[in-house]
């Protein structure tokens, strides 16, 4: 068996398909990496399917188990006693930039720490908790009493663990999600150029319509944005110029922005893009009127905050298509991210925030795309993460009347208490929404 290849073996045990091992192959060559990790990331592979597989055969230390755990050097960066303590598991390092999953990763003294140890600076990231705390059992064994403590790696085991290696092959995912993300295309130039044309006090609202004019698929954005029910203008908008006029210029840019970075995935191949700019711009059109009821007509970022909320999911479809394709898309919120850590080891959450990142977002988008399943959890931009979760929440209601709006209401109440708002004011905004719903459907498809 040791002369074989892995992949050989998992074709005769009926895990995967000759096609799929030569795709896996052919993926291998050109991104590099383990081929289980890479059949596993693909979605031809069920990481506990392989677990069983490698248990179930004799000699098992014939296969080289150190090619599905964790590197040792990665390991040794954190010291067991910071990593039991504090919940957290060294993932990848790449240059001077250390990612760390953390039950808690917005616990800025332990990131403080971890940097001060290591001399890297850190990227904190929430992954599923049960595999952060698989892991630190698997590769932190607990020292018997009056002992050292073993090995951070094991060696020489008979039997795999399967929980571990599920973690560990999961967590090892998430550092090939995480360079995927990062190696995603640039926005255009265009929203550079806005940009820098929105922050210059010597533009005018002309000087901004030119550029966005050179930018049609932006152009047809920016203008069914304006045209939309969640502005209400009265007269229709032909012109880019009057949009950007109507809008003002920093809304302009959010829009822009918005609108260049749901125009790189328009091709996702687990999507149907056109629907989800139909619940974007519903959530977005939500945001308007919680803005409005809560006396923020004019907080900038929060109805981009609305377009992109969900921008995670579509990152991961993009980096994982037939894997991302596993994840039951009629779930929601809590129920929804636990899929996605199930199967990716990553939420569409924690995606987005990568991706605002790399993108470089402003802190009043990127904390709504993190935050708005979990709003009681964001530090800054509380009042934009509470819009947009409400919003979120208002949006996805698509079935629900006023008067059974009992159980939305409660969702949403500690949103509600950020924002000064009460229940009165929340059916108030609920009914208004519905009462729009179907010009909101309407618009998003111009």
């Not at 969900?310 to 479809?317: F, P, T």
Request: charge should be negative; glycine fraction near 6%.
């Amino acid at each position: 068996m040791a002369k074989r290849r892995i992949g050989e073996l998992l074709v005769d045990a009926g895990l995967i398909h000759r096609e799929q091992l030569q795709e896996g192959l052919n993926t291998q060559a050109a991104k590099g990496g383990k081929i289980v990790e890479t059949l596993i990331a693909l979605g031809y592979l069920d990481a506990e399917a392989f677990v069983g597989f490698l248990a179930r055969q004799p000699g098992v230390a014939s296969i080289d188990l150190s090619k599905y755990e964790i590197p040792r050097q990665l390991i040794e960066l954190i010291p067991r006693e910071m990593a039991v303590e504090h919940e957290i598991f060294p993932i990848d390092k790449l240059g001077r930039l250390l990612t760390v999953g953390m039950v808690c990763p917005l616990d800025s003294a332990t990131v403080q720490k971890i940097e001060e140890r290591t001399g890297l600076r850190v990227k904190p990231l929430l992954c599923a908790p049960s595999d952060i705390r698989s892991a630190i059992e698997r590769y932190y064994p607990e020292p018997a009493p009056g002992q050292e403590a073993p090995p951070v790696t094991p060696t020489g085991v008979e039997v795999p663990d399967a929980t571990g290696i599920r973690a560990s092959i999961r967590l090892t995912n998430v550092a090939n999600l995480i360079r995927q993300i990062d190696t995603l295309p640039a926005l255009p130039e265009t929203v550079r150029r806005v940009q820098e044309a929105t922050l210059d006090p010597l533009s005018s609202v002309r000087d901004v319509a030119d550029i966005i004019v050179l930018d049609p698929p932006i152009a047809a954005k920016v203008l069914s944005v304006a045209n939309s029910a969640a502005y209400g203008f009265p007269q229709r908008v032909d012109d880019v110029g009057l949009a950007v006029s109507l809008l003002g210029l920093r809304e302009t840019y959010a829009i822009v922005l918005s609108a260049a970075v749901v125009n790189v995935f328009d091709k996702s191949k687990v999507f149907d893009y056109r629907a989800f700019w139909v619940e974007s711009m519903c959530c977005a059109a939500a945001t308007r009127i919680i803005a409005k009821a809560s006396g923020r007509k004019r907080q900038i970022g929060v109805f981009s905050g609305g377009l992109l909320h969900d921008i995670g999911r579509l990152a991961l479809s993009e980096v994982a298509s037939d894997l991302y394709g596993k994840v039951d898309q009629g779930l929601d919120g809590e129920e929804l991210i636990a899929n996605e850590e199930e199967i990716l080891g990553l939420s569409h959450t924690e995606a987005g925030h990568l991706l605002a990142a790399h993108w470089g977002l402003p802190i009043e988008i990127a904390e709504p795309i993190r935050f708005h399943h979990r709003p009681e959890l964001a530090v800054d931009a509380k009042e934009n993460v509470a819009i947009v979760a409400i919003a979120n929440l208002m949006a996805r209601a698509l079935q629900t009347k006023l008067e059974d709006s009992g159980p939305l209401l409660e969702a949403i109440t500690p949103s509600l208490a950020v924002l000064g708002l009460d229940r009165e004011s929340a059916e108030a905004m609920l009914d208004e929404y519905l009462n729009m719903r179907e010009d909101c459907l309407r618009d998003s498809l111009i």
